[in-house]
């Protein structure tokens, strides 16, 4: 290729500008220019190569954004959904009221149907079913055929049954102490240990053979009074050795501590008995109680008031 | 050399320095391409997903859909009106249909104006780059965001089908007042779908995303009519419609959904629903979980609350004259003459109306909730139950208005005055308190004490701030509307207190229930005692300072206390029928009195009062008279009012008060 020299003529230049070289040089040029203003291939070119390589490029500006935000919100919405859908499960298959109320933590209550809470209910011990919701109250309820569902939950320790209507109008209201709570259940409360170890019953232990045969020679209303549930107790493991009566009388419940001998040692079975039953049994076991504290006499008056 | 050479040697020149600028611009852009293509964002497939996210949606307590947050409805392109396509192409981007991403010419005039014509700057997006902004960029003005804004906009061009292009933009433009994409816009401003816009409407919409706000038809109906026109021309000028059509248009009425004002995004109902969404879920979920929301509004009665309210404060303007002020008084007085207005279902608590101010969008700040004023003597209320339950005293027992001087510890007597400035004298309870005596409130709050004020509050509801000082009683401290409302809501139930609240259920998208609301009610006054003061509240509207209520033509059987402060900074009425509670609030943000022409101060009987009354008229309509119960132990008897004696015929104005048979 010979080496580019600047033409030192006019006619030198019109034959450099005007040869082949030059001219297809500069219509291909021209040709570019104006392929590309009619077909826009550089744009589609551009576009073409992006597209292709649009996989490996970051998901970033607001559109991702919006998804990512969305991501979260229905991540955040799955765990709450989730965490009620398994609270209500955990609500509707509990078999009593003190196993839905173990399942129910201090952030999420569990709403459950009225004609399931009438079930639970039915099977707590009559006694502790005075303390919730009298009977007379559920049959009024349910009477008028308003009652819809029953919310529960934790509230300062305690724990809350709201009974609902369709329009969430709270018809009637309790809470559970835990002593109550304590109550609730089918099962017996059972705790490892001698009835020596807790201070509830010092000074009213008694040799079980002496209590229930005292028992025995109560009225069968005053029996179911003290044991509303033996079925349940004879279930429970071991020999009965002492029965121990608690000092202290909770919305005229009193706990009883049954001490058995099992395999694994000596355990508590802890029941809740009524204080006027409970007493009727004191009394024999202890003649000297010649008659019950006169803040405690009312007790039927109050039971006919009920 | 001869001329001739000369010219080709420059000629040769320039085409050499052409052909470098035009080598070295190509260079730059290839290598400004290579560095914007580094980061630049993926665009997704389909370009549809932009409007996916589900929508956060509100509704009013009979059903009706009153806000949908984030979510984009999409409309097909086959089902948006002709109209509006055409509108929007001519007014946007006229050759979409050919070009591939950038309209070089326009883009070159562009630059030419904003690189050489000083103060000017010009635009040339078109509708694919402005997709592209809208869909991944910020709207920070820099080159190099511009050309990447470009280079996406190349990439969509040669992903999707024109189509889908302008699908996408129309379903994701905003048109303002919380409507994106043409589906929600032809909802929000006329109550139809998109496919139903004539041409009048649709060259309306097409003028709006330029600047929503500015242009917002609900607020600026000239601006948005004057832009309509600019739409039509453009159309014409295209060659879309012919000019016939553009003025056949232009003289059309458009007719705008009415209820698109009133239950707009920015409602100081909504804004509390949403802060309550917010605290409770967190923002991403409130914008893009998509929750079905329940609330307890009941859209007519929040409708004539924001009418009461505005009309009522209107008129005040008018009696203090502040209707011709200029611009610069205007500006001292901050955000003028404000008010707020709250009413709760008495048995449960719903808050059924809630109004914040006279207008959202000049001042979003919510005074229905947030604003702390004093309630002045609306508060004496909690006075009076606490000195009937604790000095066991009865409506009947006298005392005597007269000047009062009041020792405090390590301080200077409290000297507490009426607001007439005169004394009256002896005076049963029942009618210091209808008549709101000062002298008499702080006599038995020395007796009863503040505590025993500030207890009855806040068993009542009230949970602002307040100090165990003897001006409790009068009202120092500050509440806001809706404490005042639920507060009274309890007297108005017996005794029983209602918390307030405005959602009921909160549901996911797929109606999963997320929150409900259990309607409970707590006992926190004695019933009897509760009666007594009902009754001496009814007193107030019946013949004491609220009787402004009456002489308005309200009826039905109501109680509650008027309330004004110092210098007339605030005026107040609280009031209720066994249905429902109001809570009324009018006064200057920055705490200036309110007096009218001629000097006189605008009291709470004065100035909120009538606002009352006029809402609760509209709102219990219809309601049959209802009286407030009285428990079994409660009997009337009609006393000398000075003397508290048992009234004879002889008797001068008796006043008939609520007893207890305890006390007969």
Redesign the interface.
Known sequence: MPTWS?PQ??KT?MVQ?LSLRGMVLLLSVLAILISE?RF?WV??L???Y??V???H????????E??R??Q???Q??EQ??TQ??TAQREAREASSLSQLIDGLTASQGA?ISAAQFKTLYSQIPEAVAWTLFSPVLMLRISAEKSWDRV?MERENGQVGI?L?DR????LS?TTLNEQQLKSTGTEPHIKAGTLDGQPEFAGRIYPADRFFMALDTLSPETQRGVLSHPGTLLAAQGTPVRVGVSDEVNADMIRIGIEMDTPQGRQIVLAVGQEWAVWQVRMLLEPRLSKPPSSKMRWPLRREDR | MTDSLRFFRAVTAFIYLMATVGALAGMGLFCLFLVAVKDLPQVPEPIGRINDTPATEIFSADGQRILTIGGRETVALDDVSYPFIQAMLATEDHRFWEHRGVNKLRTVKALWVTLFESGKIQGASTITQQLAKNLFFSFERTWVRKFRELLVALQIEAQFSKQEILEAYINQIPFGVGAYGIGEAARTFFGKPAGGLTLAEASLLAGLPKSPTRYNPFRYPERARARQQVVLQRMVTTGMISREEAIEAQAVSVDLRAQGRSLRVDSYFLDAVMKSLEETYSPEVVYHGGLRVYTTLDAGMQQQAETALQQGIAKLEAQMDMTHRSEETRVEDDNGLQGALVAVEVNTGAVKALVGGRDFFQTPYNRAVQDNRQPGSGFKPFLYYGVLENLDKTPADVMVDQPVSIPVAGKAPWKPRNFKRTYEGAMVLKKAFTASVNTVAAQLVSTVGPDAVINIARRCGITSHLAPVYSVALGTFGVSPLEMAAAYATFASGGVRHPPYWIRRVEDVSGRVLQEHIITGERVLNESINFQLVDMMAGVIDDGTGNGVRRMGFALPAAGKTGTTNDYNDAWFTGFTPNLSTSVWVGFDRGQGMRDKNGAGITGGRGAAPIWAQFMKQATEGEPPRAFVAPPDIYFKKVNPETGSLAGFWTRDPVTVAMRKKHS
């Not at chain 1, 490029?57 to 991702?64: I, L, Q």
């Not at chain 1, 329009?167 to 709270?170: D, E, F, I, Q, S």
Request: hydrophobic content about 40%; overall charge negative; cysteine-free.
């Open positions: 600047e003529d006019l230049w500008g203003v826009s744009e589609v551009v576009g073409r992006l597209a390589t649009n996989s490029r970051p998901e970033s500006g607001s559109v991702w919006q998804g935000l969305k979260v919100a229905t955040t919405l709450m959904v009620q859908i709403m919310y709201y609902l329009g969430n109008n709270v209201y």
